[in-house]
DNA sequence: CGCTATCTTGACGCGAGTCAATAGTGGTGG
DNA sequence: CCACCACTATTGACTCGCGTCAAGATAGCG
């Protein structure tokens, strides 16, 4: 089946052929990750619970209704995760890169199927292990804290998107999110590369493929983006993208109190 | 201005001239708070960075972009937390019913307006102080985190419903959610106050109150529920209303891996 | 009792979904 | 190497649900 491309190097696919079986002093994930800066004796004992997993592009990692018995975070590729409606409607609650931690919840079962949308390796924890851990050291649940708070955040975000944007606003922050996800990988050039086919867009847009597909021809059109493939997107116009995605500002927002009514 | 209603038990209304400042050890909606089963040491301790206050309808507690100096407990009433667009276009990301922890989040800035529905009380805590005591005592940060976990199932939730739901769903779902809730604090008849105005549920649902407006009497039509006044719901069809909403099993779901495609 | 704000209901229009046809793309096999 | 096939993406024509606009009903408050 033809999937999205597998030559991304924001994405830490394997080069050279080489191993993802790396000790995490060698992780060029780590600094993304939950586990950046943990004290050497953490570290230590998170990878005594640790382990490699791979998922190839298109396979399953969890289904919704498994129990939670491993959390991950991913370190190589791209993952999304996924609701199913009894009837068909579908939506992607979010993607996963390579930095991040996969099902923050209270629940003991899974509540979203997370598949790979590329080839994808990530770093496995037991779930039991992680809590007893959590216990053990603090300052590791501090850090996973942090980062449900960033979940948060984000989520809420997205709310406001599904709840108030229009398609093409929509898709304008889409893609600066989707920027700003590569920079942090070191990949800060303004040539984007998609990892997911234009239906999870949708689904994660809460439009159709159609309604994607004229949004990106609307954003050319008006010289924001260029498409020299399917899935490569160009910022031409970053401003102008950033003026179209009114909250995206918000979410940079430090204080600075905008006009209100 | 004409507000909800004031006189419902279920949000720990002040009642017979009784003072919202109560110790903890008497607060009645303690078991409903990130604060249940505290330790006495970490209770005490909670107690010394907390102090009550009080904000009446329709004011506002923090604005966006307000520097987050404190974190709040709502103990009695009802909140909305609010994002106001420049052009005028509002989400109501949130409503908080006692016992909920407002303003998780990453940011040292407030995200989100924080206005009193009702005339509500809260427990503020200051937020150095609050992170001061989540090192001292990692069981509360534990807790903490566990409700951060919580919200984000309930976000992610809300943004299928966002994303996926019609509007007479999106209505059904909501009013179960706040039966929920209600039944938590301990009022679990099936008559329902709603403690805010239609508009604002319109923009928690991400619709209009002509919509709202119309989906209720969608609802009442089919015998779903009844409405003997504009701030009261009383549910007649309760298996009626979850087959509505799509999600809510979803929501509950333990394991039982429903039917897919 | 009348003012004002909210809520409800109706008529209408537009934007996004649906359906359908065409173009593009990548993989496979002759 | 090229032709074919399957799938995805794009574009257009049409439909319909929800938003917009407007009028009337209801309720709280002075």
Redesign the interface.
Known sequence: MPWPPYDNPCLFAPQNGGSFLEHCALCRTRPLSFCAVLPPVEMQALESIASTQIVLAGSTLV?????RRYVYTVTAGAMRVV?????????V?AFALPGNYLS??????H??DIEALTDTSLCRFNYDGMVAL??RF?HL??K???R??????E??E???L???MNPTERLADFLLQLAAQQARCGDSGNILTLPMPRADIA?H??MTVETVSRSLSTLRTRQLIALPETYRVVILDLPGLKALS??YD?RE?????????
């Open positions: 289904r919704q209704g498994d129990p609701r199913l409606l009894p009837d068909g409607r579908r939506q609650t923050f919840s209270q629940s003991e079962y509540r979203y959590c216990t603090p649940e501090h996973l804290f942090e449900a708070c960033q979940e948060l955040d989520a809420r997205h709310m406001v599904l709840a108030r689904d847009l809460g009114i909250s918000a927002a430090t204080g600075t109190n905008g006009s209100r009514r």
